[in-house]
Nanobody, 118 residues
Framework: QVQLVESGGGSVQAGGSLRLSCAAS????????MGWYRQAPGKQRELVAA???????NYPDSVKGRFTISRDNAKNTVYLQMNSLKPEDTAVYYC????????????WGQGTQVTVSS
């Protein structure tokens, strides 16, 4: 079955960095677009980074220049490098496998908490 297992969350001070990892299994990872969503308390989930099977990336303006998504098809793993973190980045971050040609998630990981203190 499909599994997406996130790791690397934690607590950091504003201006710090974290790197999230997501180990994927149970589907054809190398031909699947992948994304990271986040959900802050009281807010809707939002896509913060996506990478296509061809390694094209896109980001919303809120994280552009600070977050970098990458993938390693040999390891079936997708990463999210987060730099210059802000308190408003505090959220649960979810690894997702995206529906082809969309930013909609077909599968979700269990989520990992990221807390940024000021």
């Amino acid at each position: 079955q499909v599994q997406l297992v996130e790791s690397g969350g934690g607590s950091v001070q504003a201006g710090g960095s974290l790197r999230l990892s997501c180990a994927a299994s149970g589907f054809a990872f190398s031909i699947t677009d992948m994304g990271w969503y986040r959900q802050a308390p009281g807010k809707q989930r939002e896509l913060v980074a996506a990478v296509t099977s061809g390694s094209s990336t896109n980001y919303p303006d809120s994280v552009k220049g600070r977050f970098t998504i990458s993938r390693d098809n040999a390891k079936n793993t997708v990463y999210l490098q987060m730099n210059s973190l802000k308190p408003e980045d505090t959220a649960v971050y979810y690894c997702t496998a995206l529906l082809p040609g969309t930013n909609r998630a077909a599968y979700w990981g269990q989520g990992t908490q990221v807390t940024v203190s000021s």
